[in-house]
C-alpha cells in the first residue's frame, strides 16, 4: 500500500505564508505586516454581521443577489457583469482554472503578488515572470514576453508589495497590445486609496474590452478581511465561466451582509482613505530623514529599503522592530530581501514604527 500521490506538480508549488502575527517572548505585538487597516470595520458593517447570528441554520443567497445590487449601484456598475467570491483570491484562482491549463503560459511582473504564480502552478500551466523597471510593471516587457501558449497576464495595480501604479494610459496601451484571446486580470485591491487623477481601477476598461476583468476586495480599506469577501467585474463571457466553477453558496451570509453595510457606509471609508493618506505622508517624510530609502507608492503600506544602509541588513532591522513588538513583512519571497514593507497603522503604532527605526540605524550605522 501507498499514501495518494497528488498529480505531477502540486508539490513543487510554494505555500503562501501570510504576514506574521506573533513574536515568541513579546505580548500583544503590533502587526503591520498584512496591510489591514488600522480603524478596522465600520460600525454598520459589524452591527449587520452580528444580526445574521439568528439564522445561521440558513444557507446564504447563492446568487449574491443583494451585494451584487449594491455593489453595482456604489460603482455605476452592471449587476449582471459581478462576481462575488471568497476574498479575491479566490476569484483568481476560478480565472486560473476557468482559462489556464497544461501548456498554457501565465505573465506577471517579477515582483507582483504571490498569488499569481500559485494559482498559476495549481492550474497546471507555466508562471513567466517579467522584469519591471524601477519597481514598476514595465508594459513592453510584458508585450515582450507574449507567446502563442500565453492565456493570461496578471497585473495588480497599484501593485503588492511595492506600491507602484501605472497610469489609465498605460494599461490602456497593455489592452491594445493584447489578443483579445488573451486575459488580462486587473487586480485592484487596492484601488480605493489611489488618489491620482491618471489612475483608473479598470472598469471602463473592462466595459471596452472582452479579455478585461477587474478584481476587488472588502479586505482592505473596509476592514473586513476575516469574512473573506471579493469581488469581480467582466465580460458576460468570463463572468459565465466563474459562475459554472465557483461553489454554491461560496459567500457566506455574514460576508453579504457586513458587504453591503461596509458600502453605505461612506463616511467611515473616507475616514478611512484620509487615514491612510495623512499617515503615509508622515512615515514616509520622517523615515525618510533617518536616512533610509523609501520608494514612492500609493497603497496603504511603505517599501522601505535598507539596500544602501551601512552595517546592517533588513532581516536584521526586522529582528529588531519585532523585538520591539513591531512586525513588518520581510520580502525575500518577492525577490527583495533587501526591503521591508509597513502597513500603515494607527497614531501610536506609526510613532512607535519611526522611533524604533531611529533608534536602530543610530546605534548600528558604521562611521
Known amino acids: 500500500?501507498?499514501?495518494?500521490?497528488?498529480?505531477?506538480?502540486?508539490?513543487?508549488?510554494?505555500?503562501?505564508?501570510?504576514?506574521?502575527?506573533?513574536?515568541?517572548?513579546?505580548?500583544?505585538?503590533?502587526?503591520?505586516?498584512?496591510?489591514?487597516?488600522?480603524?478596522?470595520?465600520?460600525?454598520?458593517?459589524?452591527?449587520a454581521f452580528q444580526e445574521v447570528g439568528g439564522r445561521l441554520a440558513l444557507y446564504p443567497d447563492g446568487s449574491t443577489d443583494a451585494l451584487r445590487q449594491a455593489l453595482g449601484h456604489h460603482h455605476g456598475l452592471d449587476p449582471g457583469r459581478i462576481v462575488c467570491g471568497a476574498g479575491s483570491g479566490e476569484l483568481l484562482s476560478l480565472l486560473a482554472q476557468a482559462y489556464l491549463g497544461m501548456g498554457d503560459e501565465a505573465i506577471f511582473s517579477s515582483h507582483g503578488f504571490l498569488l499569481y504564480r500559485i494559482v498559476t502552478l495549481a492550474a497546471g500551466a507555466q508562471p513567466i515572470p517579467v522584469p519591471e523597471q524601477n519597481l514598476t510593471t514595465d508594459v513592453d516587457a510584458i508585450l515582450a514576453a507574449v507567446t502563442p501558449r500565453t492565456r493570461v497576464v496578471f497585473l495588480a495595480n497599484p501593485n503588492n508589495p511595492t506600491g507602484s501604479y501605472l497610469p489609465q494610459s498605460e494599461i490602456k496601451r497593455l489592452c491594445d497590445g493584447l489578443n483579445s484571446n488573451i486575459l488580462l486580470v486587473l487586480d485592484a485591491a487596492y484601488a480605493e486609496y489611489v488618489r491620482r487623477n491618471d489612475y483608473e481601477a479598470g472598469f471602463a476598461l473592462a466595459c471596452e474590452y472582452d479579455n478585461v476583468v477587474i478584481t476587488r476586495t472588502f479586505s482592505k480599506v473596509y476592514g473586513l478581511a476575516a469574512l473573506r469577501l471579493g469581488w469581480c467585474f467582466?465580460?458576460?463571457i468570463v463572468t459565465d465561466a466563474?459562475?459554472?466553477?465557483?461553489?454554491?453558496?461560496?459567500?457566506?451570509?455574514?460576508?453579504?451582509?457586513?458587504?453591503?453595510?461596509?458600502?453605505?457606509?461612506?463616511?467611515?471609508?473616507?475616514?478611512?482613505?484620509?487615514?491612510n493618506e495623512q499617515w503615509y505622508s508622515w512615515l514616509a517624510e520622517n523615515i525618510t530623514?533617518?536616512?533610509?530609502?523609501?520608494?514612492?507608492?500609493?497603497?496603504?503600506?511603505?517599501?522601505?529599503?535598507?539596500?544602501?544602509?551601512?552595517?546592517?541588513?533588513?532581516?536584521?532591522?526586522?529582528?529588531?522592530?519585532?523585538?520591539?513588538?513591531?512586525i513588518l513583512r520581510t520580502l525575500d519571497a518577492y525577490?527583495?530581501?533587501?526591503?521591508?514593507?509597513?502597513?500603515?497603522?494607527?497614531?501610536?503604532?506609526?510613532?512607535a514604527v519611526v522611533a524604533a527605526l531611529k533608534k536602530f540605524v543610530g546605534e548600528n550605522t558604521s562611521g
Open 1 to 47: 500500500m501507498t499514501d495518494p500521490c497528488p498529480r505531477d506538480g502540486v508539490l513543487a508549488i510554494p505555500p503562501y505564508v501570510g504576514g506574521r502575527s506573533v513574536v515568541a517572548g513579546v505580548a500583544s505585538p503590533v502587526k503591520l505586516s498584512s496591510n489591514e487597516t488600522p480603524l478596522g470595520a465600520s460600525p454598520r458593517a459589524v452591527t
Open 234 to 236: 467582466g465580460s458576460p
Open 242 to 275: 466563474l459562475n459554472r466553477l465557483r461553489n454554491p453558496f461560496n459567500v457566506s451570509a455574514a460576508a453579504q451582509a457586513a458587504g453591503i453595510a461596509a458600502l453605505d457606509d461612506k463616511a467611515f471609508t473616507e475616514a478611512a482613505i484620509a487615514h
Open 289 to 326: 530623514a533617518i536616512g533610509l530609502t523609501v520608494h514612492p507608492g500609493v497603497g496603504n503600506f511603505l517599501l522601505i529599503d535598507f539596500s544602501e544602509a551601512s552595517g546592517f541588513t533588513a532581516q536584521e532591522v526586522y529582528d529588531f522592530l519585532a523585538q520591539q513588538g513591531l
Open 335 to 351: 525577490g527583495l530581501p533587501h526591503c521591508l514593507r509597513l502597513t500603515v497603522g494607527d497614531e501610536a503604532a506609526n510613532h
